[in-house]
């Protein structure tokens, strides 16, 4: 029974998943672009529209849930990540989707972001990285490149930015992907291979803001310059990039290096496969790290790793258990544990 | 050895004071001899006095912990102002409760820790069993210690679990000094124990009885004291304490509303036993999340709320200024959330380990935004299950977040408790509604004031919450300036409309008089044994205690108006004194503070309510 229901194709559209209010972002924001691919993902996903829920924190991004017909949270600075945690363990049926940018989820929620990973809780993490606080009007973020002039760094920023894979991680995170906002189909692909992931799936999608960081992600998302400048990868598949696929990682010592196949000898053959479900994650953190120009930016599902049950089915399995075990039925036999009678004394 | 003839004098109560060093086991010396006295149907009320350190330095004042029991065939409502017997195993225990025992009190001492060494660590500058400090009292200097190691001697424990044994040798003097039976605290070690240490089980219990056999034998101990079962009462009774209550009540209410429990919560001093005690409770369906800070404690229960659990996050002081936004998110959002706050010595870290009543004006007003919340101040150990019962049922009822607060006092103490009959508590009926209803996130109960609460999963009611300001009904984001003001005179209103679903405030003694004493919450058994015994004696004094703070009760200034005078009593500097000029400014309030991290002693409220009457 419960199988047929699973595979009822539920005929939702698109159309079924935008609500009835006006989105209020800028025009030419990357945020348009990341709304219609979810939109897409969950109609492909063949989830039921009731047990969608949208939380974020707060961000121009953060105003996602208005713009979905699903149940919606927007909460406070920072602290998405913990509403979801308690609506997915409250209620681990419901599909539960976490917006975030990077000052909401690497500033003042970097906290729960890590543990939220660490835990390991069943949700899909979207997290609009356009290095910038936008919603403020342009002060640096934790994301923001190192020298950069924003309002608040009128003479570059002198601190080192986070790479939120590395964050992903180091939290022994089972999931992570990065997107780029130009390309609606694979960002699609990668909001589904998110939703099936069992565990915390964070995707990183490189997000342009208009206004205050124009053209930030240009250097990788530039039509010019995005097949040699991104690798795009895919699991079981060699690690090949560039506008004529001629260039490869391979591994050479400890380090990646960047080859040309068909010179000094290299063929696809020795060209690295991407294991994405390698429980050990030393690959995957070197892929997160590499950056522009020793190497091209890593894009797809780098991670996507079944190694650790969920943070809500353990606790359920723990009630369930608990449940089961307990010789006590009632709350009423509990408090009566060690009490005692009292009769009617008659000493005065 | 022979026996020696007693004598025996029934006693209507008595107050005992355990204290050592931390790590000497008083606490569960403590515990013991509390569980053994209710067995045998004293009342009682207790209080444990540690230091914030886990293991100050051994041997001096800091390191002292202590624990304060009254037990009585009469009623009785507070742990003792003064203590009848003090059992102190090393002269710092003996320096630090000196100033907290009755004139003549019976002291019992471990000898063997009693040399100079021990005198300097604890800040002594002469011999205090030389120099005449201990003059007019009965000491009983017992080598508690070098007895403890030989009783235990062929058993083959270790020496420093023979050493740690010694609390049960002071403990079994105090067995046969108030004619208490053995097999309770036996049975006790053994829970203790297990059956996975029965080595140490068999231990102690060896020196509970050699302590016992000391005292029978020692000349010192020449009269013993029997005090009754308490008269006038019977029912089912346990010793419990505040957290324990108050997660329990909690947990009633769960099962009342036929809901599953979720605490998203941080441990923090005096509020941890709560979150531990509701982590046992997986087998009734409780979820509890350890979160990974106090801000997350309450956010996941905000997102657990919204998904349909009943809601808590359980804190002290500290924790609830970090918890402040969330609350207001709870507001806005109008979900049903219990806070708890277990109220401390504050501001910052403060007293970690002392009651205060300082929180009353942060749960009130803490919070930016026009923010009401319901206030409910539980005010003994045994009802915080009551008010933790009731701040479920209004929050679920009303979909409204509540700040329920008790304090370290309350928490860690303990009183006998009647159990009541769980099925017997009003029921608990959220405004839930059915799947495909025409739903306004923002449409009310007319009776209630409350929103309706759809919830993640159900059909035909998907909807949009959270921080931005609501358009009344329909919930969609608004900045109409007209609407803000109307929202927020509902959100208002919400809360004061619950005066309606809350009992009247009842007063203790005569309607109406020369003095009435306000209280709230924690200083309850302080302030009516106080106003008892003035009763006694003919003087024109009653007391009101509140409970529900915000709202107040409805029949708050007809109460107020039949007294002459109005004292207003805190461990603070007068929050709820002003308070009160806030809400009811026509009455004069006069106010008795104290903030020293201790709870009001019952002579000291009475000097002062003489005082006023004289005046």
Request: charged residues 25%; contains cysteine.
């Amino acid at each position: 029974m419960a199988e047929e229901i699973k595979t009822e194709q539920l005929q939702n559209t698109k159309a079924d998943f935008k609500s009835d209010q006006v989105v209020k972002w800028c025009a030419g924001c990357g945020d348009f672009a990341i709304l219609s691919a979810i939109q897409s993902a969950l109609v492909e996903s063949n989830v039921k529209k009731e047990d969608v829920v949208f939380v974020s924190g707060i961000g121009c991004s953060s105003r996602f849930p208005y713009y979905m017909n699903t149940y919606g949270f927007h909460g406070l600075h920072g602290r998405g990540a913990v509403i979801a945690s308690g609506i997915k363990v409250a209620n681990p049926k419901l599909d539960v989707w976490h917006i975030t940018g990077d000052g909401d989820s690497m500033a003042i929620g970097g906290n729960h972001f890590i543990h939220l990973v660490r835990r390991n809780i069943d949700m899909n993490v979207i997290l609009f990285n356009n290095k910038i606080y936008g919603l403020t009007k342009g002060q640096y973020s934790p994301t923001t490149p190192k020298g950069s002039i924003t309002k608040t760094s009128p003479e570059g920023t002198i601190e080192n930015p986070f790479k939120p894979g590395e964050l992903a991680m180091g939290a022994q995170g089972t999931f992570f992907a990065r997107v780029v906002d130009t390309e609606p189909k694979r960002m699609k692909e990668v909001f589904l291979e998110a939703t099936k992931h069992r565990g915390t799936s964070v995707v990183e999608v490189l997000q342009n803001c208009v206004i205050f960081n124009n053209r930030i992600h240009s250097e990788i998302t530039g039509k010019d310059v995005r097949d040699d400048h991104q690798i795009h990868l895919k699991h079981g598949k060699p690690m090949i990039f560039g506008k004529e696929k001629d260039k490869g990682l391979i591994l050479k010592g400890s380090r990646f290096e960047v080859v040309k196949i068909g010179e000094n000898g290299i063929s696809e053959e020795d060209i690295l496969v991407h294991d994405a479900h390698n429980p050990d994650d030393t690959t995957h953190y070197m892929l997160v790290r590499m950056t522009l120009p020793e190497y091209p930016v890593a894009t797809g599902v780098i991670r996507s790793c079944e190694c650790t049950n969920t943070y809500e089915a353990e606790l359920e399995f723990q009630v369930k258990r608990a449940m089961e075990k307990s010789d006590m039925n009632s709350l009423q036999e509990l408090i009566e544990e060690k009490s005692f009678v009292v009769e009617k004394s008659t000493k005065n | 050895m022979s026996k020696k003839t007693n004598k025996v004098i029934e006693v209507d109560a008595v107050v005992v004071k355990f204290a050592g060093d931390s790590g000497d086991g008083m606490q569960l010396s403590g515990s013991q001899f509390s569980d053994t006295s209710a067995f045998a149907g004293n009342d009682l009320a207790t209080f444990p006095d540690y230091p914030s350190e886990i293991r100050a330095p051994q041997g001096t004042v800091a390191g002292v912990s202590g624990f304060q029991l009254h037990i009585g065939h009469k009623e009785v409502d507070t742990p003792g102002d003064l203590a009848d017997v003090l059992v102190a195993l090393n002269p710092a225990a003996l320096k630090a409760n000196m100033k907290w025992v009755k004139s003549g009190a019976t002291i019992i001492i471990d000898i063997d820790n009693f040399d100079n060494k021990y005198y300097k660590k604890a800040g002594f500058i002469e011999d205090p069993l030389g120099d005449g400090t201990l003059d007019g009292y009965n000491v009983v200097k017992a080598p508690i210690s070098q007895l403890s190691k030989a009783t235990v001697k062929d058993l083959g424990v270790d020496a420093k679990s023979a050493e740690r044994t010694k609390n049960q040798f002071a403990l079994g003097i105090l067995y046969w000094l108030f004619n208490k039976d053995l097999k309770f605290g036996e049975e006790f070690i053994e829970n203790k124990f297990g059956d996975k240490k029965p080595l140490l089980s068999e231990a102690n219990k060896r020196v509970l009885r050699a302590g016992y056999n000391y005292a029978e034998t020692v000349e010192a101990l020449r009269t013993t004291y029997q005090i009754n079962p308490i008269k006038n009462r019977s029912g089912r009774f346990r010793n419990i304490t505040g957290n324990v209550a108050t997660a329990w009540g909690l947990v009633a209410a769960a099962e009342r509303a036929n809901m599953e429990l979720f605490l998203g919560s941080y441990p923090i001093t005096p509020a941890s036993e709560i979150l531990q005690e509701l982590s046992k409770m997986k087998k009734f369906g409780v979820k509890t999340f350890q979160a990974e800070d106090e801000i997350a404690g309450i956010n996941s229960a905000i997102g657990a709320s919204f998904a349909g659990d009943f809601a808590v996050t359980t804190t002290s002081g500290p924790g609830l200024a970090l918890k402040s936004e969330a609350v207001g998110l709870a507001v806005i959002t109008e979900l049903p959330l219990v806070i708890v706050d277990v109220q401390r010595g504050g501001p910052a870290t403060g007293l970690p380990t002392k009651p205060e009543q300082s929180d009353l004006m942060q749960a009130l007003y803490g919070r930016n935004g026009e923010s009401p919340c319901v206030v409910i101040a539980a005010s003994t150990p045994a009802n915080c299950f009551h008010y933790a019962f009731m701040s479920g049922k209004i929050s679920l009822e009303h979909m409204t977040p509540v700040i329920l607060l008790t304090d370290g006092y309350l928490a860690n103490g303990s009183e006998l408790w009647n159990i009541p009959q769980i099925k017997d508590l009003p029921e608990v009926k959220p405004p839930f509604i059915a799947d495909n209803s025409e739903y306004l996130p923002y449409k009310r109960n007319e009776k209630t004031l409350a929103r309706y609460w759809a919830l993640p999963g159900q059909e035909g009611m998907r909807h949009r919450i959270g921080g931005l300001e609501k358009e009344d009904e329909t919930g969609i984001v608004s900045h109409n300036p007209l609407n803000h003001e109307r929202m927020s005179y509902l959100r208002e209103g919400k809360v004061q409309n619950v005066v309606n679903f809350i009992p009247d405030l009842k007063v203790s003694g005569e309607d109406s008089g020369e003095l009435l004493v306000v209280g709230w919450g924690g200083t309850y058994g302080a302030l009516i044994s106080a106003v008892k015994d003035m009763q006694e004696k003919g003087k024109s004094v009653s007391l009101a205690q509140f409970n529900y703070i915000k709202p107040l009760p409805k029949n708050t200034a007809e109460v107020f108006s039949r007294f002459k005078k109005i004292v207003v009593c805190e461990i603070n500097l007068g929050q709820f004194a002003n308070y009160l000029r806030i809400c009811h400014p026509e009455f004069n309030y006069l106010q008795y503070n104290k903030i020293q991290g201790l709870p009001f002693m019952i002579s000291e409220l009475k000097d002062k309510f003489n005082e006023i009457l004289e005046d």
